[in-house]
């Protein structure tokens, strides 16, 4: 019998050309359905008030219930055109979805079930907003658009003029240099020391170069304005991060120590910052200990250290529990070759450990980042305030509560794309701690 040689199998094809294939008429159409619907309520939408305008200039001394900025606006929200796009909307997705989810049995194929599964479910999703937008237009819009919807002063109130950015634009390009030039040599560091190659440095540089050229924006803000409040809510939360994850493992350290002598005060400092509210230790720093004390602390540099050690005693517990995740058969391995417990710690467990723990101290992080709108009580100037003391300022002056959504947007602004990093990083380490050191 002659001998037979296994030929290897190539991996099934299962991208979007395989899917697409295995379509049949009718789940094409689910899924185009359901896309279509949500394209048309929002295009619909933004066509009708935009056929209205989303804002206008009043004529000086005029009161705001004669002339409000946000008429046009509330018009429009309350036109016949926007009710007519809303119920159709909500008509056809109701429609689409009752329509696939009943086809869902007759679908020949797994690609053309979670079609029509997909185009049911977006269908499903825009019912919400038709309906939402139509019980608003029964309510009081117009109070709501003069108090909430005067977007004209979110844009006043950015910060930025645009004769500011074309004059500075050579030392916004030379800060971005710089934060290319910087970033580019710790990354290329790195890369030389774990033999990663060229890419990393490039995509360094090319993060440090849009870093920088932010950043040489946001330098150009006026006082008070959202886009400073930005700047000082970055600052804010990136030092107390700096800080609080430092010391955080630190205290980690500490806790798991055998000495009670060593691990009874580190626990007395994670339940002391951990059981009293972050507002009430900002109030006793600023107001009560410092002036007591007689320190001479700026209250911008007692926020970011109540931060940072707030910060600390909650990362802290994400480090112990990372750390306490790892095998004990690793820190009994590390000293039976000689290494003391420091150094077992050092070498063995916490590069593990911080791979581990990398996700949740990013959503520690956002938390921060919302977190810093407690330092308004320690009464900033208004060159230090963060966002939500930058639109109490706004609010104070002109009465208008849009600014609290400017705030919002703000917070958004910097929190989404924290939120997607700390996704993208947990599913980089979902396949385990052994795939990522390898």
């Not at 108090?147 to 910060?159: D, H, P």
């Not at 120590?257 to 972050?278: D, E, H, K």
């Not at 599913?427 to 050191?437: A, D, N, P």
Request: charged letters at 15%; hydrophobic letters at 55%.
């Amino acid at each position: 019998m002659g001998a037979t040689t296994a030929t290897a199998l190539a991996p099934p094809d299962r991208g979007w050309r395989y899917h697409l294939r295995h379509q049949t008429p009718w789940s094409r159409t689910v899924l185009a359905a359901g896309i279509l619907v949500n394209l048309f309520f929002f295009i619909g939408t933004i066509a009708v008030l935009s056929s209205y305008g989303w804002s206008r200039v009043c004529p000086e001394g005029a009161t705001r219930i004669e002339c409000a900025p946000s008429d046009p606006l509330a018009a429009g929200l309350k036109s016949a055109a926007l009710g007519t796009v809303a119920t159709i909307a909500l008509i056809a997705s109701i429609v689409v979805m009752v329509v696939g989810f009943a086809s869902l049995r007759r679908m020949p194929t797994r690609s053309a079930k979670e079609a029509v599964i997909t185009g049911a479910a977006i269908a499903s999703q825009s019912i919400f907003l038709p309906a939402l937008l139509l019980w608003f237009r029964g309510t009081d819009v117009d109070r709501f658009a003069r108090n909430f919807l005067n977007l004209s002063i979110i844009g006043r109130k950015a910060g930025v003029a645009w004769d500011s950015v074309t004059s500075s634009v050579g030392s916004i390009l030379a800060l971005a240099l710089i934060w290319a030039a910087v970033v580019g040599a710790l990354v290329g560091a790195y890369a030389w020391w774990r033999k990663t190659g060229i890419r990393p440095v490039v995509i360094g540089a090319i993060g440090g170069l849009a870093g920088g050229t932010l950043w040489g924006l946001l330098d150009l803000s006026n006082v008070p304005s959202f886009i400073k409040g930005a700047q000082n809510t970055l600052i804010l939360s990136a030092a107390g991060a700096a800080l609080g994850f430092g010391l955080g493992l630190v205290l980690a350290l500490f806790t798991m120590s055998s000495r009670r002598v060593v691990r009874a005060p580190a626990r007395i400092y994670i339940n002391f910052f951990r059981g009293t509210p972050l507002i009430w230790q900002l109030s006793f720093a600023g107001i009560g200990l410092v002036p007591a004390l007689r320190l001479n602390l700026s209250m911008y540099a007692i926020a970011i250290l109540v931060l940072g050690l707030n910060l600390a005693a909650y990362s802290a517990e994400v480090y112990r529990a990372g750390i306490q995740s790892l095998e004990r058969g690793q820190i009994e391995a590390a000293r039976s070759v000689g290494l003391t417990y420091f150094q077992s710690m050092r070498f063995v467990v916490v590069p593990q450990a911080i791979r581990r723990v990398i996700p949740p101290l990013l959503n520690e992080f956002v938390i921060l980042i919302k977190d810093t709108s407690l330092v308004s009580i320690l009464g900033l100037t208004v060159a230090q305030k963060e966002l939500l003391g930058i639109s109490r300022d706004i609010y104070s002056s002109s009465f208008d509560a849009t600014a609290w959504l400017g705030a919002a947007l703000g917070y958004l602004i910097i929190t989404i794309p924290m939120i997607r990093v700390v996704t993208i990083v947990e599913r980089k380490l979902r396949s385990g701690l052994t795939s990522v050191i390898g």
